[in-house]
């Protein structure tokens, strides 16, 4: 069977969930090979043959952590040399693409980026894509050589199916653009007990309509009620009223969870872009006309003020 190559994201071992589901839609195409970066092999091994690795590619050299993303595409690169895989997925995080790209730029294949599906096709595998800030459902396969394919966290649900994998240790010969970038220090990112926004099945977004920081405590307690993330639009960040880190947009984080909640949100093309992808879409507005209701699949004409502690409230009755 062919081999398909899967780049793991991982912190020191501890196997990220878009692995697993990059594992999962890899075992559509053939059979799945991971190939880990840096240290923590022993740890990442069992996860990630409990979820069909076959195999396990390890490069714990000091360039992956001293350097940046072009170690990665070295040894990447000239893994696939050696294996002759059928395709190779990454995660579609800011580091996963870069990588992706160069890897297909040195192996004269075609890239595709972003996907939300990934299914085996009589000429490799066919991807479904988002475009134009959604507008567009792309269906496409690469033509040329191994197919590169990053794809979005949640497009599939992570299935395991349980191997013995075998762990192959790997000797790379890093080139001098690999000591181009060093990195001086890492400070891990301050969390709270919420899923990552990039990663979470639920996501509940606080738009203009939440009408101030400190209003947005209501979106945050609807998302732990559901055990979502909190995401904002562009509007509710540029006026300060949540973090950054938590646009979802095209200019923010670009999310695809199985429900998003859309509070106060009217549906801007821009924030259209990050979301539009969700397999559930259900949106709260007291305008009748907010373009969101144009792409929701549940809508509530209402002041979301009134709505969601009602929605809180039966959750919470639910559970109980």
Do not use: C
């Not at 195999?55 to 170690?71: C, N, Q, R």
């Not at 696939?80 to 997925?89: H, K, N, Q, V």
């Not at 926004?197 to 559901?226: Q, Y």
Request: proline share 8%; net charge negative; charged share 20%.
């Amino acid at each position: 069977m062919a081999e398909i190559l899967v780049l793991v994201d991982h912190v020191d071992g501890a196997v990220r969930k878009p692995t697993l589901e990059l594992l999962t839609l890899a075992r559509r195409l053939g059979e799945p090979s991971a190939v880990l970066l840096g240290p923590g092999a022993d740890a990442a091994t069992e996860a990630l043959g409990r979820y069909g690795a076959q195999k396990i590619y390890v490069v714990d050299a000091p360039e992956i952590d001293e350097y940046l993303v072009t170690p990665a595409v070295d040894a990447l690169t000239q893994i696939a040399e050696r294996t002759g895989p059928a395709a190779i997925l990454l995660p579609s995080g800011p580091d996963g693409k870069e990588i992706a790209a160069r890897v297909a730029l040195r192996l004269g294949s075609g890239l595709i980026t972003d996907a939300v599906d990934v299914t085996a096709g009589p000429d490799g595998p066919v991807t479904e894509q988002s475009a134009f800030a959604a507008t567009h459902q792309v269906t496409a396969h690469v033509t040329r050589d191994v197919p590169v394919i990053t794809v979005k966290p949640n497009a599939a649900a992570p299935e395991p199916a349980p191997t013995d994998p075998v762990v192959e240790k790997q000797d790379i010969a890093f080139g001098p653009a690999s000591a181009g970038v060093r990195v001086l220090s890492r400070t891990p990112r301050e969390r709270g007990d919420r899923p990552e926004l990039t990663e979470a099945d639920i996501v509940v977004s606080g738009g203009r309509g939440v009408n101030g920081a400190e209003n947005f405590a209501l979106v945050e307690r609807v998302a732990d009620a559901l055990g979502g993330a909190v995401g904002a639009s562009r509007a509710a960040v540029d006026a300060g009223w949540y973090p950054h880190s938590h646009q979802v947009g095209q200019t923010g984080t670009q999310v695809s969870p199985q429900l998003y909640l859309a509070a106060g949100i009217s549906g801007a093309i821009q924030h259209r872009a990050g979301m539009q992808t969700s397999r559930t879409i259900v949106a709260v507005n007291k305008d009748p006309d907010a373009p969101i209701f144009e792409l929701a699949d549940h809508g509530v004409v209402g002041d979301l003020f009134a709505v969601l502690p009602q929605l809180v409230e039966e959750i919470e009755r639910r559970r109980s």
